[in-house]
């Protein structure tokens, strides 16, 4: 099988909107690369007494619109090709929703379900140092991803302070609410999956009651994704994560779901429902899919099976262009993960702005900009793909790539 490439898959993208709009070649060409890829190999004193080194990457795809942004994750199946195609990722989603952020991204090769908190702890302060250099409130600023969460950010920001020997909130965010973090972050990204989610509903006149929902994936976004569907009256039918697959016709209580999470980690362990295969509830008649787990997981081999009419990525990548071209001619609509995700990168941004000030808001004025920015962003996609009878995607991609584009209109390229 041809190895495939994250980063092509995204490269893919932008190429194609680029065509629709006729981007100059030059700033193609600068949209392809990264600006900056730093990979570091470190030794980790394990809590059996071994070294183990363990490689990381931090990317910081382009700058122009300000400081770099996004997340980092610890899976075994990261590398340089994927953090890539996130920052590239995160640099779009950024221009998007009109954040005064650049994109970046980073990761560690390791499997947190086998490594004790102590040895999270050290992996995670040791690969802060190596990645210093390029670190900081005005110069990249990382956050929660894959298999990281608001602790993994305290210790992050904890030495980085440490290190430059003042304490320094704005250089993480996603961080705990007694360290700066912002209200409402934890469960931003899965209100954004929710918020894109009954918009789309809302312009095809569909309602949210009732509604057949599956979810791919039941971490921080998955699962309050699910949760904010649920409330509005959504039947959550099938969810899975990597252990299991659960279905229930009747719909699933996903606070009781929540709460095992919580205390057993899989949902393997909850007793209610029927487990399937993990990889069967993408391919159940539902209404809607929300694929909230890794990259490339709706691709040329297993679009034709998937059953629903629309698809709103909670995750970075799931679907492939082939993919999308397969679901394009099914009539499904796709709200994409630049747009579909955001909600966690713009509360991110609030909470910077929140730690630069040193004055912190209430929840209520967190979800109130929260909601606003992406009704209005969703609109404005929703107009141009009408407009120019493209995919949501291609014509996120064309907001996006627009902005970046006017800053190099009036910034030129240094020298
Ligand atoms: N990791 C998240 C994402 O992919 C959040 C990034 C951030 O808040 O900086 O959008």
């Given at each position: ?35 900056r890829v730093l990979r570091v190999t470190f030794p980790v ?9 363990f490689t990381g990457y931090r990317c910081q795809?382009?700058d122009?619109?300000?400081p770099t942004k996004g997340g980092v ?10 953090v ?20 970046a991204k980073g990761g560690v ?12 702890e050290k992996i995670t302060r040791r690969y802060t140092t190596e990645i210093m250099p390029i670190l900081g409130p005005q110069i990249d600023i990382p956050a929660?991803?894959?298999?990281t969460?608001?602790?993994t950010m305290a210790w992050m920001m904890d030495t980085f302070s440490m290190m430059t020997g003042h304490t320094e909130p704005a250089v993480v965010t ?242």
């Open positions: 099988m041809k190895k495939f490439s994250i980063a092509e898959m995204a490269r893919r993208q932008v190429e194609k909107a680029a065509k629709m709009m006729n981007l100059s070649d030059h700033l193609l060409k600068i949209f392809m690369c990264p600006k004193q394990m809590d059996d007494g071994t070294i183990q080194c795809y382009n122009a619109r300000g994750r610890y899976h075994p199946d990261v590398t340089e090709d994927e890539i195609a996130l920052a590239a990722w995160m640099t779009w989603k950024c221009a998007l929703v009109d954040l005064p952020y650049g994109g090769i390791c499997d947190p379900m086998r490594l004790s908190e102590r040895e999270l929660p991803d894959v298999f969460t608001s602790k996603g961080k705990p609410e007694v360290l700066g973090g912002s209200k409402g972050r934890k469960e931003a990204t899965g209100r954004g999956v929710f918020i894109n989610t009954r918009e789309l509903y809302r312009k095809l006149g569909k309602s949210l009651k009732g509604t057949k929902v599956l979810v791919q994936g039941f971490g921080n976004v998955g699962s309050y994704a699910a949760y904010f569907l649920a409330k509005e009256g959504a039947k959550i039918i099938g969810v899975s994560d990597s252990s299991t697959g659960i279905i229930d016709e009747n719909g699933l209580d996903v606070e009781d779901m929540m709460a095992c999470i919580e205390k057993y980690k899989l949902l393997e362990a909850y007793e209610k429902g029927t487990k399937v295969p993990r990889d069967e509830i993408l391919y159940k008649e539902a209404d809607l899919l929300i694929p909230a787990a890794l990259e490339n997981q709706i691709h040329e081999d297993n679009a034709d099976r998937i059953k629903v009419w629309a698809i709103v990525e909670g995750a970075n990548g799931p679907t492939t262009p082939e993919a999308d071209e397969i679901l394009e001619r099914k009539g499904v609509y796709i709200v994409p993960d630049i747009l579909a995700n955001s909600g966690g990168v713009i509360v991110s941004h609030f909470e910077w702005v929140q730690a630069l000030s040193g004055l912190y808001w209430e929840e209520k004025e967190v979800n109130e900009r929260l909601e606003n920015k992406l009704v209005k962003t969703f609109n404005e996609v929703w107009e141009i793909s009408k407009k120019m009878n493209v995919s949501l995607r291609i014509a996120a991609y064309m907001v996006a790539l627009n902005r970046v584009a006017e800053v190099y209109k009036y910034r030129g390229i240094f020298p």
